[in-house]
């Protein structure tokens, strides 16, 4: 029998590539757990150990989803955040300051393919689960940290969260408008740019293992990923001295390439070479633009943009959306519609890639998530299991390790 997409089963997929890892995770909030997300997604059994409060996401609210309307008790409600970034993982509660919840996580460790924690540098190894101590007993696995700063420098010892590192790093100097204040990217780009790099660090470990046998220590920060994130920005500093300050939705080296108003909302156009801007002046009858010498060459664009923009912005302004994009389209100008959620998901693009999943969630009757964002072999891996509720998993996991009943603290 085919397995019903609306839900998926909760048992693993052999044929998933990390089919078999075993990811034991101590992080909480967002970089960690977007990381140990996607590896679940790939098939990877993600065994979440959270405190006995749990993550502090859980907390974070409104909104919150719950399985009956105007409900507020804790019972039944989710936070709508912790359930973005915690599908495929099992829930296990140990309270590590107890030698029961010690106990139980040394063991967990012991059977792992790999650990992942983002607790400030120095604590984890205070528990007696450093790096040195766990390569030199269980030299294959693999250890996984993540901070604000790095492991190393004066900052080491600050907490790390996305908006201090989008300022840090540079980025809220770039965004937004010209002439007004620093903006922060809308989504915690640095945590989940973070959460990717770290990713990427730990299935390259993972295939240097497969040939040498041992594990490595990856280490990622917040900070030093914002940084790389603002690739063209920061190389116009390193290598042309120029400090980039915001300059709204242009680009600051290609135009026309932004958002333009249209008779009835926003549209996006990305006209990346002379060609294309040729063609988009054809496409939407602009022959004085596309025969004016000031703008034949993108060069030449960049120098005169806003003297090309005040032509541009009236002249799009007398067409709907949908026929901008429909005359772009058909001259293969890249453009696109300026959304929000709502119409994303109501976009049939969107509902025919089956983006969004709806799963069956202890709690909650069901939840509806966002699906792995990649496929493979032409299928996009299940989403297996629903976000966990606070320790869900506990006397499984334990039970699975032996210690059922061991890991509470006797009175």
């Known amino acids: 029998m085919e397995p019903d997409p609306i839900h998926p089963p909760t048992t693993p997929t052999p044929d998933l590539p990390l089919a078999g890892v075993r990811v034991v995770d101590f992080t909480r909030v967002l970089t960690g757990p977007y990381c140990t997300m996607l590896l679940g997604d790939l ?17 974070w609210g409104p909104p919150f989803q719950t399985s009956e309307p105007g409900q507020t008790s804790e019972a039944g409600r989710e936070s709508t955040y912790f359930l973005s970034v915690n599908r495929n993982k ?9 030698g029961a919840g010690l106990a139980a996580a040394r063991a967990l460790i012991a059977g792992a393919d790999l650990l992942v924690e983002n607790f400030r540098p120095g604590t984890f190894a205070r528990l007696g689960f450093g790096w040195e101590a766990l390569h030199a007993e269980f030299p294959r696995l693999i250890y996984a ?22 300022g840090m790093g540079g980025l809220m100097s770039y965004n ?39 594990g490595r220590r990856v280490d990622v920060n917040l900070l030093e990923g914002i940084i790389s994130l603002g690739t063209s920005q920061i190389s116009r500093y390193l290598n042309a001295g120029q400090i980039p300050g915001p300059q709204g939705n242009d680009h600051p080296s290609i135009v026309p390439y932004g958002t333009y108003p249209c008779a009835d ?64 389209d058909a001259a293969g100008v890249p453009c696109g519609p300026v959304y929000n959620v709502q119409e994303v998901f109501a976009d049939p693009h969107v509902v025919d890639q089956g983006i969004a999943v709806t799963v069956p969630h202890a709690s909650l009757g069901q939840t509806t998530v966002t699906a792995p964002p990649w496929s493979l072999d032409g299928q996009r891996p299940p989403v297996r299991r629903a976000p966990p509720t606070l320790g869900q998993h506990t006397d499984e996991v334990l039970s699975e390790l032996g210690l059922a009943e061991s890991h509470k603290e006797t009175p």
């Open 90 to 98: 099992r829930s296990v509660v140990l309270d590590l300051k107890t």
């Open 145 to 166: 940290a993540i901070s604000g700063f790095g492991q190393q420098g004066p900052y080491r010892d600050r907490a790390g969260y996305d908006v201090i590192a989008q």
């Open 43 to 59: 098939g990877a059994d993600v065994i979440k150990v959270e405190p006995p409060g749990g993550d502090d996401t859980r907390a």
């Open 176 to 214: 937004g408008e010209e002439g007004r204040p620093p903006v922060r990217v809308g989504v915690a780009v640095a945590d989940v740019f973070a959460g990717s790099l770290i990713t990427q660090a730990i299935l390259a470990a993972l295939y240097a293992r497969e040939r040498s046998g041992v």
């Open 265 to 328: 909302g926003l549209v996006n156009v990305a006209a990346g070479n002379d060609s294309l801007w040729r063609r988009f002046c054809a496409a939407l009858g602009f022959e004085s633009l596309g025969s004016n010498p000031q703008y034949a060459t993108n060069e030449g664009r960049v120098h005169h943009r806003e003297q090309l923009n005040a032509e541009l912005y009236p002249a799009l302004r007398t067409h709907t959306r949908a026929e901008v994009m429909r005359r772009l």
